[in-house]
């Protein structure tokens, strides 16, 4: 055999995929408070990914997800004869999503360091298969710095994507009783996925500019959505 069929046939580990729903997201510190912006229905596969993912799924080598049509139609509401043509532009729009995590400099300056969240990511014949980027492993189970219990059914129910957003970022500090630490508006603007990768607003962005606009629709509305999904 050669070298490249070897390489071929390189055995992948799939981690065993319940159906049952895991009753809760956890995500480390870092990933709740990256620099991301995803749509409802991106942030809500992702969760999907994140939900089912231990630390021992990456003992072997990058872990592959799979999820069967029923799983997906069952889980994010979506019937079932519709889930290819609604999941394959998502899963397509999420195999180039970017997101930024935040280290500091040797001088001491926070910088955002910009890395795909998956190695591959496509729907084809009723499976859904994700392989998150193992370059970031350690965001993804390492939680030294904290983690979000994010409860999962709940995150479905909620439709927006800065109301999933907060109901994350809420989540981190439940323990304080869903006291959130302070933070400075430009850091929030991040999170919430309104800058880019140099720390401007995006240009389809720009009415967050306005420190009313982002309170009013990121925040206040946010808050408004999650108060009817206690």
């Known amino acids: 055999m050669s070298w490249m069929e070897t390489m071929s046939e390189e055995q992948y580990y799939y981690p065993v995929v319940s159906d049952n729903l895991p009753k809760h997201i956890k995500k480390g510190h870092q990933l709740v408070f990256s620099r991301q912006d995803l749509s409802a229905r991106e942030a809500d596969m992702f969760a999907l990914m994140v939900a089912h993912m231990k630390a021992a799924d990456w003992d072997t080598n990058t872990p592959h997800y799979e999820f069967t049509s029923h799983q997906l139609s069952e889980w994010l509401g979506v019937e079932s004869k519709h889930i290819g043509s609604n999941l394959s532009p998502v899963a397509n729009r999420l195999a180039s999503r970017k997101i930024g995590i935040k280290i500091e ?9 910009y890395r795909p969240l998956f190695k591959h990511i496509a729907y084809k014949n009723g499976v859904l298969t994700m392989v998150p980027n193992d370059m970031l492993k350690s965001e993804y189970i390492e939680y030294n710095q904290g983690f979000a219990l994010i409860n999962t059914r709940n995150f ?6 800065y109301s999933k957003r907060l109901y994350e970022l809420l989540s981190r500090f439940k323990d304080k009783g869903f006291e959130m630490h302070q933070q400075k508006l430009d850091e929030l603007k991040g999170v919430f996925g309104l800058l880019n990768e140099a720390g401007k607003l995006k240009k389809d962005k720009t009415s967050f500019k306005n420190n009313s606009v982002f309170m009013k629709r990121c925040i206040r509305e946010s808050i408004k959505e999650l108060s009817e999904h206690p």
Request: charge should be negative; proline fraction near 0%.
């Open 156 to 161: 479905f129910d909620v439709k927006k994507e």
């Open 105 to 113: 400099s040797r001088k001491g300056d926070t910088e955002f360091d």
